[in-house]
């Protein structure tokens, strides 16, 4: 089953306001990866983190990666209607396989 | 979606029916995966191949067989189609050495009733 547990499942803000999804396991992870899927489209992949406490930031988006490698988060500031989609978090075990977290699904209000 | 293609984009089958859904590369990569989506639900590995020639079971591969005959294309075969196998089926492929990123093609709809 799965080993990564995603929550909000859903998300609903408004335009301009902020939004943090987060990645939870019960064992540490070796890494973990971070998708964005638009509706009816296909995953597309945004970011990998890999060290302890590691923040990155792409524009408007920040990931971190937890102390313990148990955890990671997804934090947009000021969402725009470009940010509609589901964010899903991916743990890479062996042969580069991915298990997947159920995903938070976004809509931002205009 | 240049670099992963699949095929047929929509399906329809009866339930007991066979049909193969192809995914083909132009990257040259080694590494491809075959994932189903079901509504509300992250993605399911259900077939892996780290190289031509070799494939490996995931964590749904019930039902489902799998062909790796060059480093291209890697296949996905539903020998008797059930109303539980109704998903967006992905294939993707590792592109990333550094990161291990993937890549995932545009996805084929499958109903069966």
């Known amino acids: 089953g799965q080993q990564v547990m995603q929550i909000p499942q859903y998300q609903h803000v408004q335009e301009g306001e902020d939004f943090t999804t987060y990645c939870n396991s019960s064992t540490t992870l070796s890494n973990i990866q971070w998708y964005k899927q638009r509706p009816g489209g296909h995953p597309v992949f945004l970011i990998q983190l890999v060290k302890s406490g590691e923040v990155k930031k792409q524009k408007r988006l920040t990931f971190q990666f937890g102390e313990a490698k148990k955890n990671s988060s997804l934090h947009i500031t000021a969402t725009q209607t470009t940010d509609v989609g589901t964010y899903f978090c991916a743990e890479e075990t062996s042969g580069s396989r991915l298990t997947f977290g159920e995903g938070t699904q976004l809509t931002v209000n205009p | 979606n240049a670099g992963v293609t699949q095929t047929p984009k929509f399906q329809v089958l009866k339930t007991g029916q066979s049909m193969t859904l192809q995914c083909a590369q132009d990257m040259n990569h080694n590494s491809m995966y075959w994932y189903r989506q079901d509504p509300g639900m992250g993605l399911r590995l259900i077939y892996y191949?780290?190289?031509?020639?070799?494939?490996d079971k995931g964590e749904v591969p019930n039902g489902y067989n799998v062909s790796r005959l060059n480093k291209r294309e890697f296949s996905l075969r539903l020998e008797s189609a059930a109303p539980s196998q109704t998903s967006v089926y992905f294939c993707a492929i590792k592109t990333g050495e550094v990161f291990h990123e993937q890549y995932f093609g545009p996805g084929t709809r499958l109903t069966v009733t």
């Open positions: 191949s780290a190289s031509e020639g070799t494939t």
